[in-house]
C-alpha cells in the first residue's frame, strides 16, 4: 500500500545521490558485470496448501530456487540480501506491518576490488528515515537523509511529502546540503563553478520535459542548486526540489505516453520516416494508464496507513545495508490489500497482451486465465509473514528462497486452481518442490480430499495421511481432485493433525493428535506422552488426542506447565479420546496415566447391630487429591451410596448396619470404562446377649417360673392353715 509519492521521494533521492556519487567516483568504480546467459533455474521446496470448507485455503511453506550462469562472468561481486515483513493484529480494526531487511557483499568478496575503493566504502556514511502520519489531507512523510564520505563529500538533507486525497495535490519537497572536497573527487573549483552555472538550463530541461510528459499534472516549483561558499579546496552548495500536483494522473498520463516517446526515440527507417507503433500497444498503455487511476482511487478506500516509520542506514564495518520499517493499518486491511493485487493483475494482463505472440498462443490464453483466477480471488495478509532471501557467489550462481506462513486466499473457483496447479507441474516441472494438500476444518465442519484410483493410477504422493498428501510438482493430474465436506469429529477448527507413534513397555501404538496449535515436539514418557505446543498469545489453544485403551495402565490426568488441566474424556470401542483447551503462548501439555490410589478407613470395626458406622477415605493419583470425582460406597460389593471428593481428595459418609454378621466396606472409582477399588475393609455387627432373643426367654422363663413358685408357696401356705 505504498503510494505515489514514497516511491517519487524515494526516485528523487536515488537520482540526487546516484549523481552525486558518479561524479565523486567516476574513477573508482569496480568493473562492470558482464551481460550474459543464465540457464534454467531449479526449485525445490515445500508448500502446504490447507483448504477450509468456507472455501479460504491457508498458505504456508518456501520455495528455493538456484541459478547459474551459461558462462563463468568475468567479474561479479558475490552479495547476500534479505529482507522480511509480519502482519499483526493489534486490535479489532489496526494491524501492525513490521519489516527489516539486510544487504550487503559477502565476507572477503571485495577482496578483488581496488583496495582504495574498499577503503572508502569502509568509510562511506549513509542513512535515511522518515516518520508516517495519516491527515484529513492524507498521509504526510517527514525525514531526513545524510551520506558522507569524509573529506570528499558530505550531503545533508531532510524531505517532506504529502499523498493528496479527495480535491487535495500531492506535494513533494527536498533540501539538502552539499559540500564537496575537490582534492579527492578529482575536481576543480573552475568545474564546480560551472556545474553551479549550467544547472538553471538543467532546471528548464526536466521542468519542460516533465511538465510535457505528464500534460501538466505533475508541476516542478523549485529545482536549484545555488552556492552558500565556493572556496579553494572545498565547496559548499544548496539543492532545493519542490513539486505538486495530481502524481498519479501525472503517472497515467506518462504511460499514455510511452508509446509515442518510444517512437521519438527510434532511429528512421527507410526513407526517413518513424516506425509506426502497434495499435495493440498504444492500446496496452491505456488499459495500464487506466488502472493506475483506478488505484489512486481505491488505494485508501478501506484501510489507511495511521502512523508508521523507515529507517536505513549503511555500516562500513559490517558493509551492511539495514533497513527497518513498521506501520499502523486501521480498517479492513484485507480488502485494502485484495482491491490492490486485483489491479495489479489487470495490469500484468495488460503486458501480457503485448507479449501473446512472442509466447505463443497457448501458453497466453493460460497465462489469461491464470490472472483471471488471480484477479477474482480474495485475499487475507493481516496474521501473515514472509521472508525473501538471496545470495550470490563469485560464479554467478545464484539461490533464492522465499518463506510465507498464513497468506490466506479464496479463488473464485477451487476447480480452477486445481487445474493452475496441473498447468504448471507440466509445463515446468519441479520434482524437489514439493505440494501438500490438507483438509481444513471449522469447529463444526472438516474439508475431505477425494483421491481416485485413477489419479493414484497417473501419480502417487509421497506421503499420506488421514487428511493431508504429498506429491512432487511434476505432472500432476489434479484437475481430478474432489472435495467433499463432512462433520468435524474433533470439534478442534483450524486443526493440524498427526499421527505419532510411541512405545509404551515395548509396545508400539499409534496416538492421534488433532489441534490447532503448532506442535513443537512430542516425547513419550514412561506413562503417557509430553507434547510442547505454541500458539499467537491470547488465542485459544485446543487438543483433541485418542490413544489405544491397550496403551493405558490406569486412569489418565491431564496437566499443564505441571498444573491439573480440566479435560473432556470418553471412550470408543478400542480407544480413549481427551479433548482439553488453553490459551495460547508456549505450553508444555502432559497426557499421564496411572492407577489411583483409593484408601478406606472406618471409624470403628465392631458396632451393635442398628447403629451407624462412619466411612472415610481418599482418592489419590500420582500423589496429587482428585477432587470432585465421585466414589461409590459398597457394602459387600453392592453400591449403597455415591459421593464426591473434597478438595483434598477425600470422602466422608455413614452407613447403618441392620443386620449381625461381618461387613465388607469398600470404595470404588469409576473411569470410563475401567473399575479402581481401594482395600476392603471388614465391620462385625453384633447384638448384647442380653438383647438377644433365648437370653430374653430364658428371662421370661425364669420370672414365669419363680411367679409359678411364689403362687404355689402361697397356696400351700394358706391350705396348711385350713
Known amino acids: ?166 480535491p487535495m495535490e500531492s506535494s513533494f519537497m527536498l533540501y539538502a546540503d552539499i559540500t564537496l572536497w575537490y582534492s579527492k573527487l578529482n575536481t576543480t573549483r573552475a568545474n564546480v563553478e560551472q556545474m553551479v552555472k549550467m544547472f538553471p538550463f538543467i532546471k528548464g530541461f526536466m521542468v519542460a520535459l516533465i511538465e510535457k510528459l505528464t500534460e501538466g499534472e505533475v508541476r516542478i516549483s523549485d529545482l536549484a542548486l545555488k552556492p552558500v561558499k565556493i572556496g579553494d579546496e572545498k565547496a559548499e552548495l544548496k539543492f532545493s526540489f519542490e513539486s505538486r500536483g495530481d502524481f498519479y494522473e501525472g503517472l497515467a498520463k506518462f504511460v499514455e505516453k510511452l508509446p509515442e ?27 495500464i494508464a487506466k488502472y493506475v487511476r483506478e488505484l489512486k482511487d481505491v488505494r485508501y478506500e478501506y484501510a489507511v496507513p495511521m502512523s508508521g516509520n523507515l529507517s536505513a542506514s549503511w555500516d562500513g564495518v559490517d558493509m551492511i ?32 497482451k503485448l507479449m501473446s505472440k512472442e509466447v505463443g498462443e497457448e501458453q497466453a490464453k493460460a497465462m489469461e486465465k491464470i490472472l ?20 550470490m557467489n563469485e560464479l554467478g550462481e545464484t539461490v533464492t528462497e522465499l518463506r510465507f506462513q498464513d497468506l490466506w ?94 512405545e509404551f513397555k515395548g509396545v508400539k501404538h499409534v496416538v492421534e493428535i488433532a489441534s490447532n496449535s503448532t506442535i513443537a515436539s512430542i516425547k513419550p514418557l514412561m506413562n503417557g506422552l509430553e507434547i510442547i505446543v505454541s500458539g499467537r498469545a491470547g488465542r485459544l489453544g485446543a487438543m483433541n488426542l485418542t490413544i489405544p485403551k491397550s496403551a493405558v495402565d490406569g486412569m489418565i490426568l491431564t496437566m499443564i506447565d505441571d498444573k491439573p488441566l480440566k479435560a473432556e474424556m470418553g471412550a470408543s470401542e478400542e480407544r480413549y479420546w481427551i479433548y482439553l483447551t488453553y490459551t495460547h503462548s508456549q505450553k508444555t501439555i502432559k497426557i499421564l496415566w496411572e492407577k489411583p ?32 470425582v465421585k466414589v461409590e460406597i459398597l457394602l459387600d460389593r453392592v453400591a449403597v451410596k455415591s459421593l464426591t471428593t473434597g478438595v483434598d481428595g477425600s470422602f466422608r459418609t455413614t452407613l447403618k448396619l ?24 471388614e465391620v462385625a455387627a453384633y447384638i448384647p446377649f442380653y438383647q438377644k432373643p433365648w437370653f430374653i426367654m430364658m428371662i421370661i422363663i425364669v420370672i414365669v417360673l419363680i411367679a409359678a413358685a411364689l403362687i404355689i408357696w402361697r397356696t400351700r401356705r394358706t391350705l396348711s392353715r385350713i
Open 1 to 166: 500500500m505504498r503510494s505515489g509519492v514514497k516511491i517519487l521521494g524515494i526516485l528523487v533521492m536515488v537520482l540526487l545521490l546516484q549523481s552525486t556519487m558518479i561524479s565523486c567516483l567516476a574513477e573508482q568504480q569496480p568493473p562492470p558485470k558482464i551481460p550474459i546467459g543464465v540457464k534454467e533455474p531449479t526449485a525445490s521446496g515445500d508448500v502446504r496448501l490447507k483448504i477450509y470448507p468456507d472455501g479460504w485455503i491457508k498458505v504456508s511453506g518456501h520455495i528455493s530456487t538456484f541459478s547459474k550462469p551459461a558462462e563463468k562472468p568475468a567479474a561479479t561481486i558475490p552479495y547476500h540480501a534479505t529482507y522480511q515483513c509480519r502482519y499483526e493484529p493489534i486490535s479489532v480494526d489496526r494491524v501492525l506491518m513490521k519489516c527489516h531487511g539486510v544487504i550487503g557483499p559477502e565476507p572477503g568478496a571485495l577482496e578483488s576490488i581496488p583496495e582504495e575503493f574498499r577503503g572508502q566504502l569502509g568509510e562511506l556514511k549513509f542513512s535515511m528515515s522518515y516518520a508516517e502520519k495519516f491527515t484529513r489531507s492524507g498521509p504526510t512523510y517527514n525525514g531526513a537523509f545524510m551520506i558522507s564520505l569524509p573529506e570528499a563529500f558530505h550531503v545533508n538533507g531532510s524531505f517532506k511529502a504529502l499523498d493528496g486525497i479527495g
Open 261 to 287: 516517446f518510444s517512437k521519438e526515440m527510434k532511429p528512421p527507417i527507410e526513407g526517413g520516416v518513424k516506425p509506426e507503433i502497434p495499435p495493440e500497444v498504444a492500446e496496452a498503455f491505456r488499459g
Open 321 to 352: 545495508l539495514r533497513i527497518n520499517s513498521s506501520t499502523i493499518y486501521k480498517g479492513d486491511m484485507d480488502k485494502q490489500f485484495t482491491e490492490i493485487l486485483r489491479i495489479e493483475c489487470k495490469m500484468i494482463g495488460e503486458l501480457l
Open 372 to 391: 483471471d483466477l488471480a484477479t477474482n480471488s480474495e485475499y487475507r495478509f493481516s496474521e501473515s509473514s514472509f521472508k525473501f532471501s538471496t545470495k
Open 409 to 502: 486466499v479464496k479463488p473464485k473457483d477451487l476447480k480452477e486452481l486445481f487445474w493452475v496447479i496441473e498447468y504448471v507441474s507440466r509445463v515446468s516441472p519441479q520434482e524437489d518442490l514439493h505440494l501438500t494438500i490438507e483438509s481444513g476444518a471449522t469447529q463444526d465442519k472438516l474439508t475431505l480430499i477425494r483421491i481416485s484410483p485413477e489419479i493414484l493410477a497417473a501419480a502417487k504422493p509421497i506421503k499420506e495421511t488421514r487428511y493431508s498428501s504429498t506429491w512432487k510438482l511434476f505432472n500432476l493430474p489434479f484437475r481430478k481432485l474432489k472435495v467433499e465436506f463432512s462433520k468435524n469429529p474433533w470439534r478442534v477448527a483450524d486443526l493440524n493433525y498427526i499421527e505419532y507413534q510411541a
Open 597 to 628: 490410589e483409593i484408601t478406606v478407613n472406618v471409624a470403628e470395626r465392631r458396632i451393635r447391630v442398628g447403629e451407624e458406622v462412619e466411612v472415610s477415605g481418599r482418592v489419590m493419583l500420582m500423589g496429587r487429591p482428585l477432587e470432585g
Open 658 to 681: 441392620e443386620e449381625e454378621k461381618a461387613y465388607e466396606i469398600n470404595a470404588r472409582y469409576r473411569f470410563l470404562d475401567r473399575e479402581f477399588y481401594g482395600e476392603p475393609v
